[in-house]
């Protein structure tokens, strides 16, 4: 059987949100085996999106877990919590499965665009593959630079001094070293903005090891898009609509 495909996918309350879980659906629909793992940003699961996972049609695991206040702040991180949750449940799940059945795990932001292809990539992953990622870091695209079939340097705008110079979109890890490696989670403490991914695999791999994907990463499959705060200035104050109406 194919390795199953693990999403973690962090998510918040906000207007785009639904529209922006539906186009997510939407790709992940086509994908075999793949296990969206959906967790909010919140201290309940919302019905917003609980109503949402029931419909969706996809394989899906809805977990949640309130970002604390004072790490809500610009400049800070995003999502550090959410994600060590999907890596929490995914540990949880299979630590008494031996050995594993075959998984792949990737971090998927709700606002990103993913080609069909990068599932086909990423599903041989053996243990940390990269490729490159589009519209990110300042630039058209950053990627890793392969020479020989392995990675030897980053192609990127910003913080080339990063150990790991590649966004979240950008990697995949078998499910075998998330497990071989229960202590890697994403940290708070210490960790600088940009250094999340650097911070993360370095627990778990080396530049040396990683595998390219995307023909030798000069594919872009996934771009780090990002949606347009949406205007509301014209919401009404009183006189509302006679309907309440989920958007
Ligand atoms: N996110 C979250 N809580 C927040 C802000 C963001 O869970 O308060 C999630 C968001 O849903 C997304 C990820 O963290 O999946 C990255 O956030 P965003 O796309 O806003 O960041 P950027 O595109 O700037 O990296
Ligand atoms: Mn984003």
Not at 16 to 29: G, I, M, S
Not at 69 to 81: D, I, S
Not at 154 to 183: C, E, H
Not at 221 to 240: I, M
Request: aromatic share 10%; hydrophobic share 40%.
């Amino acid at each position: 059987a194919l390795p199953v495909i693990y999403a973690i996918t962090p998510t918040y309350s906000r207007p785009v949100q639904k529209a922006e879980l539906t186009r997510l659906a939407n790709t992940f629909r086509q994908v075999a085996r793949l296990h969206w793992i959906l967790v909010e940003d919140a201290a309940v699961r919302t019905e917003l999106v609980s109503r949402f996972v029931a419909r969706d049609g996809l394989t899906c695991t809805h977990l949640h877990v309130p970002t604390p206040r004072r790490y809500k702040r610009p400049g800070l991180p995003r999502a550090t919590e959410q994600r060590n949750a999907g890596l929490a449940w995914l540990r949880q799940r299979y630590q008494h499965l031996l050995p594993p059945q075959p998984g792949v795990l990737f971090f998927a932001d709700n606002d990103n665009t993913y080609s069909l292809e990068l599932f086909q990539e990423m599903r041989t992953t053996r243990k940390v593959s990269v490729w490159p990622v589009g519209l990110v870091g300042g630039r058209r695209y950053e990627r890793p630079i392969v020479e020989k079939g392995k990675v030897v340097g980053w192609y990127t705008g910003w913080r080339a001094d990063r150990p790991f110079a590649i966004d979240m979109a950008g990697f995949a890890v078998s499910l075998q070293v998330i497990l071989s490696n229960p202590k890697a989670v994403f940290k708070r403490r210490g960790s600088q903005p940009g250094m999340q991914e650097s911070d993360f695999l370095k627990q778990i791999t080396t530049v040396e090891e990683l595998e390219p994907k995307a023909n030798n990463c000069t594919k872009v499959l996934v771009w780090h898009t990002r949606t347009e705060k949406v205007n509301l200035a014209n919401e009404p104050k009183y006189r509302l609509d006679t309907v309440k109406i989920e958007v």
